[in-house]
């Protein structure tokens, strides 16, 4: 990444990102599910992006800003809520560049989503027009592990999908050891760009079959990511949004509650369906990997990487929709340690298209009572006035 988002507007865009680490319980309840808030209510100036839930219209504005690679403030002026509907030569130009995008796909790819934003940018605000010689030459950059796809036939004696899951529930302590553990809470610090850099108290609690909680204790407020199992929130505390707390939709939920269903990681084979194997060998951080894949119940595909040593998870890397193209959201599992008999990771770290936030555990503790309350809607803090 050429430029890092400005600290401001990246946390408008985590308040968003978050339900990663977050989310809640389903237990069979009938709660309704709530409907989403939509863009153009919350926001002023909406032409084009409409008909998209908040959380997609921010996960949209993070696809565009990773696809340019650029900074929000290089296309608003970010002092207030307010101050993102200006308009501005940039925002006009991409304006103008969503409608070109959505006419060459309808006129040239029978309306398939085969051209994107990043297919001409890669990261740039000026696409590159002609071959460099540098580049067809040079020693091409090493492969991304998050990119890796299956291609032909697996290698003769690689583990079958339902071998490394096995593994994995074995490295973290066996199926029954798992499935005793039916709640936990954590304390200790999260750091990520809307905090540039500080550390501040995180709070983390998580109730089996699929309810967690993440709280972190900003200046501005708590910001709070909740699943119930069925919807996720999050508040807006220490960002721009001129709302609370908002629900998260599409993609979002769907990933959310997969984070809340994978803290009680027995599950896994049932959280998601069509597992596949096969993938050509990779590395993470020098250690080899195996790459297993799965769908979501939404059909999106999700891949594990697990530590061919170890067997332990090392990280999951998955994709969320917006209007525009997919956004990758990455969490690396870090520091297992042992927690009433089962292992836990001890540090999570979420990459996501622009921002990244860590939280390190001081401390886990399995099979506490939790207030009902932790799962439930957060009220989130009035909003800053724009
Ligand atoms: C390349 C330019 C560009 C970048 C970079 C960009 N945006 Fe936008 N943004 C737009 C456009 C264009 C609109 C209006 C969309 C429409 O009219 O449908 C918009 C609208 C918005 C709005 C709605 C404001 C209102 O009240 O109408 C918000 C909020 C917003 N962007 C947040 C962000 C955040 C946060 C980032 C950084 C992650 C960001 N944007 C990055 C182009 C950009
Ligand atoms: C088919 C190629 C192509 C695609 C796809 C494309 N762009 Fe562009 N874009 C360009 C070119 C070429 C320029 C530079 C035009 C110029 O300098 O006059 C540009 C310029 C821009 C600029 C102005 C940058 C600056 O320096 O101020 C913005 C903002 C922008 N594009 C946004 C987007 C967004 C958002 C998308 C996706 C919705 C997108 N573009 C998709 C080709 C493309």
């Given at each position: 990444m050429k430029r890092g988002l400005n600290s401001r507007s990246v946390s408008m865009l985590q308040a968003v990102a978050g339900c990663l680490l977050v989310v809640a319980l389903a237990n069979g309840q009938t709660a309704p599910q709530e409907k989403p808030q939509m863009a153009e209510e919350?926001?002023?100036?909406?032409?084009?992006?409409?008909?998209?839930?908040?959380?997609?219209f921010m996960g949209t504005m993070g696809f565009i800003a990773a696809a340019l690679s650029m900074n929000c403030s290089e296309c608003h002026h970010t002092g207030s809520a307010a101050e993102y509907a200006e308009d501005t030569p940039r925002k006009q130009t991409a304006r103008k560049?969503?409608?070109m995008v959505n006419a060459l796909n309808k006129s040239n790819f029978g309306g398939q989503r085969e051209v994107t934003c990043y297919s001409c940018h890669r990261s740039d605000a000026r696409p590159k027009i002609t071959p460099s010689l540098a580049e067809?030459?040079?020693?091409?950059?090493?492969?991304?592990?998050?990119?890796?796809?299956?291609?032909?036939?697996?290698?003769?004696?690689?583990?079958?999908?339902?071998?490394?899951?096995?593994?994995y529930i074995q490295?973290?302590?066996?199926?029954?050891?798992?499935?005793?553990v039916t709640s936990f809470a954590g304390k200790g610090t999260y750091e990520g760009f809307d905090t540039e850099g500080?550390?501040?108290?995180?709070?983390?609690?998580?109730?089996?079959?699929?309810?967690?909680?993440?709280?972190?204790?900003?200046?501005?407020?708590?910001n709070i990511r909740t699943c119930d199992g069925r919807n996720a929130w999050n508040t807006s505390a220490g960002t721009l949004l001129p709302i609370p707390v908002f629900s998260l939709s599409g993609g979002d939920l769907e990933g959310a509650?997969?984070?809340?269903?994978?803290?009680?990681?027995?599950?896994?084979?049932?959280?998601?369906?069509?597992?596949?194997?096969?993938?050509?060998?990779?590395?993470?951080?020098?250690?080899d990997v195996?790459?297993?894949?799965?769908?979501?119940?939404?059909?999106?595909?999700?891949?594990?990487?697990?530590?061919?040593?170890?067997?332990?998870?090392?990280?999951?890397?998955?994709?969320?929709?917006?209007?525009?193209?997919?956004?990758?959201?990455?969490?690396?599992?870090?520091?297992?340690?042992?927690?009433?008999?089962?292992?836990?990771?001890?540090?999570?770290?979420?990459?996501?298209t622009d921002g990244r936030s860590t939280i390190v555990f001081s401390e886990l503790r399995a099979n506490v009572s939790i207030d009902a309350a932790k799962f439930s809607k957060p009220a989130g803090n009035t909003p800053q006035k724009p």
């Open positions: 919350v926001f002023k100036n909406i032409q084009v992006l409409r008909g998209l839930t908040v959380d997609q560049m969503i409608l067809q030459y040079g020693t091409p950059p090493p492969d991304d592990p998050n990119e890796v796809e299956i291609s032909g036939t697996p290698a003769a004696g690689a583990p079958s999908a339902d071998q490394v899951l096995n593994k490295a973290l302590g066996g199926a029954q050891r798992l499935a005793s500080d550390k501040f108290p995180v709070e983390v609690y998580a109730r089996a079959p699929n309810e967690r909680t993440t709280i972190v204790h900003l200046r501005a407020g708590d509650k997969m984070d809340a269903g994978l803290s009680f990681p027995g599950q896994i084979k049932q959280l998601l369906k069509d597992w596949r194997t096969g993938f050509p060998s990779t590395t993470i951080d020098d250690k195996d790459v297993v894949q799965g769908s979501s119940p939404d059909n999106t595909p999700v891949k594990f990487y697990f530590d061919k040593k170890s067997g332990l998870l090392l990280r999951q890397v998955r994709y969320t929709d917006t209007a525009l193209g997919l956004n990758p959201t990455q969490i690396d599992y870090d520091d297992y340690r042992d927690v009433s008999g089962v292992k836990m990771p001890f540090r999570l770290t979420t990459t996501w």
